[in-house]
């Protein structure tokens, strides 16, 4: 690969960075704007086949730990925080239906919400307000956050599991939160008794969760 002093300086924010750059700031420092894809691009083949690879999460780029030895490299294990029923239904269907308004969330779990699952998604800095709906009262609009993609290890929203795909991983054996938003396209008939495990969220971010 042959190296001119912007992928230097790419390689070099990059590694400096404690958190994912965005595409706009890596830019901003180069000599050669207009080549940014191309140098990008050279670098993260470089990096492909090494113990750290250069990725993209939504907007932003980070060097994360190859997939193929972080098991080597994991000192402490990670302790799981168990989300509520409440919290892992409304994560669900944020992510699947966003922009979507605090009302309209409660309209698919069937139940009313206190506003301790919306606080504590935004404690974790998986979703944040976007505006306001354009009808009486302006509620609040919710979507997730670049976070909640970085966690996730997702490039685009597009790349959320389908329901098909759900089911072949086994998180649907159990009629999950997720399962329900799936369906909304499908039947208006939500069923909102049916168990729903607190742990289906937890086991989904172990399986999509980069390490860094």
Not at 1 to 30: C, Q, R, W, Y
Not at 117 to 131: A, R, T, V, Y
């Amino acid at each position: 690969m042959s190296v001119n002093k912007d992928t230097k300086i790419l390689e070099a924010i990059l590694f400096a960075s404690g958190a994912p750059v965005s595409e706009e700031d890596l830019k901003e420092k180069m000599i050669n704007k207009k080549d940014f894809k191309n140098e990008i691009t050279k670098l993260q083949d470089f990096y492909q086949t090494r113990g750290i690879n250069l990725l993209k999460t939504g907007n932003k780029w980070s060097f994360r730990t190859s997939e193929s030895i972080k098991d080597e490299l994991t000192i402490f294990k990670q302790q799981k925080r168990k989300l509520s029923r409440a919290a892992t239904e409304t994560l669900s269907i944020i992510a699947y239906q966003q922009p979507i308004t605090r009302s309209e969330i409660e309209n698919i779990r069937g139940v009313q919400m206190g506003r301790g699952s919306l606080d504590h998604l935004m404690e974790i800095g998986w979703i944040k307000p976007s505006g306001r709906k354009n009808v009486p009262g302006k509620p609040v609009l919710w979507i997730t956050t670049e976070l909640f993609m970085e966690h996730f290890g997702i490039k685009n929203m597009s790349d959320l599991p389908n329901k098909d795909e759900l089911k072949a991983s086994g998180f649907l054996e159990k009629r999950s939160a997720i399962a329900t938003i799936t369906d909304i396209a499908n039947t208006s008939d939500l069923n909102i008794d049916d168990e729903v495990e607190e742990e289906t969220l937890d086991d989904f971010i172990s399986e999509k969760n980069t390490s860094k």
